[in-house]
């Protein structure tokens, strides 16, 4: 297969990149400064990667980019620094999703791309009723007015949910939701849910980053995990 990976020298992205390189995949990736990825990972012959900064390419490259692509994984984010959450763009994330799946859209693939995001378990899925009490709804509301990043990934979300769609005959998609992140260095096992199954804000689980990784990465390579979770936002934790 071969996978667009967003977002690839992010904490999350460059696990992703490592896991699908070790099991033989060709990985494609955008990068402001190669020299954040492992030099490991540089040398493998199945990485090739464009520097630039992905909202900085033309819609024609980006149509390269993608033509002949099976997957593309978006690991993209915000840094946690003033800069990084209340600078531009705000909508780095919403922007990147909404010009990539125009991209695809543009090369009318035989077959759908897949396109995983990687969101938050603080992103509702709207199609969905996921209860919330008073107190997470007043959160929501202040991090969606005061923190853009938050914001975004509910707009990234939301732009799959309802621009992308079920019907396309271009792009399926998955929206991978986990908690509070943590550093592991190997994987471990981890459950998929349809729904938070805890407060996000309040009584948060934990998903190490590795586990997003391989979460991701089995949805790309697993014809049968995807077609059970196509179209949803599963929320990922580390098993108890």
Known sequence: ??????GATGATGELLVAQLLGRGEEVRAVVRSPDRLQLELRQCVNLSYTTASLLDLSDERLQEL????????????????????FGQPRRL??????????????NQPERPVKFV???SAGVRNRDLDEPLTTGERAVLALLRTLVPPHADNEQAAD??????GQSSKFIEWCAVRPDSLTHADEVSPCTLHESPTRSALFNPG???????????TRLIVDDELWTNWRGRMPVVYNAE
């Open 206 to 216: 934990r998903t190490s980053r590795i586990n997003v990784g391989h979460a991701m």
């Open 93 to 106: 994330v919403t922007d990147a999703v909404r010009r990539v799946c125009r991209a695809i859209e543009a």
């Open 117 to 119: 995001l990687m969101s």
């Open 159 to 164: 732009y799959l949910r309802t621009q992308v």
């Open 66 to 85: 993608t033509a002949g692509c099976d997957a593309v994984a978006s690991c993209l984010g915000h840094n946690l620094t003033l800069r990084g959450v």
């Open 1 to 6: 297969m071969t996978i667009l990976v967003l």
